[in-house]
């Protein structure tokens, strides 16, 4: 054996030499190259300055790298901005099996550098799985509050996401948007969608805010650009891909007023709302139903191809004055009024009926610089509105006497003749 077993080693011994074994060492011989460059502390004091300049120039901030460790199978590493936001991260990986976990740290107080918001916050978390399946889990302190969040990507898309909100500081947030706002408001809520990867969303929204002190503040101005659904679904070629959805969603506000600054007037009492949003690209239906104003309201919109195509409206049993307040305007009257309302893209029809109305004449005297004396009444009012104008008519009966509105054109004059009756 010792004799046969020499020349294999001779044999061995001599294959660099040889074309064959020359093809075998040229990757044996860079595996371990790569080895001695990527997972040795060599190699590492090597490659973090590398790194510090990739990453600066793809964040386009400046980026230090404070400790940086990686071996074949863990790493940690910890950067910094000038800013002096950090980031930490620590965890291990397979490279055959393309696996990872790890724990992350993300500490951002000053605005700018690796910042993704113009606010503060601090969030830290696990993720861990493959390129099938990515789960990222963590809670960020943000805003004054509490952020719980988990999502899954599939194939580096976001498949699911839940987010719950915690005490979050409504102001902080519309300070964020330079919007102004003079209110203590907090908001509590969750958000659950799942199979966005595979465009056929399923999921909830549920918001609940805590007022107990708003004042109205001056709408700030925009720039004039509407809102365009196609444009935020839209993809890089301008193009919507098909789609489908079916959501339940659920809001309960003490002041709407939060609102005001997003619909452009001002608001006020409280709220609550519950429905669905349903169908794909080519037809989606909104089915809205509210108790406020101690009304039963539903509230129907249906988009083609994402843009309003019709609307409807019927509120029942509302309460006149806080209708009023839901505008934030003083309530010169009171009663229970029904209100209901179809519109197009064309024509739009509305009817109001208010029953046991009476007016209230300190209001309209402060409010509206009118005099008079308390009036019971009832009315009927319906108009029609086209693109050349809104066509009024109605009846309105009063223990002062009767009017009869008939194809008022102009809003003006039907004020003009309602109050000439309550005068």
Do not use: W
Request: hydrophobic share 40%.
């Amino acid at each position: 054996m010792d004799i046969g077993g020499k020349p294999m080693m001779k044999r061995l011994g001599s294959l660099h030499r040889t074309l064959l074994g020359k093809i075998l060492l040229i990757p044996l011989a860079f595996l371990i190259t790569l080895y001695i460059l990527l997972f040795t502390p060599l190699g590492n004091r090597f490659i973090a300055p590398l790194s510090e300049k990739v990453l600066s120039s793809v964040m386009s901030t400046p980026i230090s790298l404070h400790e940086f460790v990686l071996t074949h199978n863990r790493f940690h590493f910890i950067l910094q901005d000038d800013k002096a936001n950090t980031l930490s991260m620590q965890g291990g990986f397979s490279l055959l099996t393309l696996r990872l976990y790890a724990h992350y740290r993300f500490e951002c107080f000053h605005e700018g550098g690796i910042n993704p918001l113009s606010a503060p916050f601090k969030t830290d978390g696990a993720m861990s799985g493959g390129i099938s399946a990515f789960d990222i889990h963590g809670n960020a302190d943000i805003f004054d509050g509490n952020l719980l969040y988990q999502t899954q990507l599939h194939r580096f898309k976001p498949g699911n996401i839940y987010v719950k909100l915690n005490n979050i500081r409504y102001r902080s947030m519309l300070q964020m948007l330079d919007y102004p706002s003079n209110t203590d408001t907090r908001l509590f809520g969750e958000i659950d969608l799942r199979g966005l990867d595979i465009r056929d969303v399923r999921g909830s929204l549920r918001l609940n805010t805590t007022t107990r002190k708003f004042v109205s503040t001056p709408i700030a101005e925009d720039d004039n650009s509407s809102f365009d659904l196609k444009d935020l679904l839209a993809d890089e070629n301008g193009k919507i891909r098909p789609f489908t959805i079916r959501m339940s969603l659920e809001a309960s506000m003490d002041n709407i007023g939060i609102l005001e600054q997003f619909v452009g007037i001002h608001l006020g009492n409280s709220a609550d709302i519950n429905g669905t949003l349903e169908g794909d690209e080519t037809r989606l239906h909104l089915h809205l139903h509210s108790s406020a104003a101690k009304s039963d309201t539903v509230f129907k919109l249906t988009l083609s191809d994402l843009e309003p195509d019709h609307l409807s409206l019927d509120v029942r049993h509302a309460d006149v004055s806080e209708l009023f307040s839901l505008f934030a305007l003083p309530a010169p009257l009171k009663g229970v009024a029904d209100v209901s309302g179809d519109f197009n893209a064309s024509k739009g029809d509305i009817f109001l009926a208010i029953q046991k109305g009476s007016t209230l004449p300190d209001v309209l005297k402060k409010e509206y610089q009118i005099t008079q004396p308390p009036i019971r009444f009832s009315a009927d009012i319906s108009a029609v509105l086209t693109p050349e104008g809104v066509h009024y008519k109605g009846s309105l009966t009063s223990d002062l006497q009767r009017l009869k509105i008939d194809s008022t054109t102009t809003h003006d004059q039907m004020l003009r003749d309602l109050l000439k009756s309550l005068h």
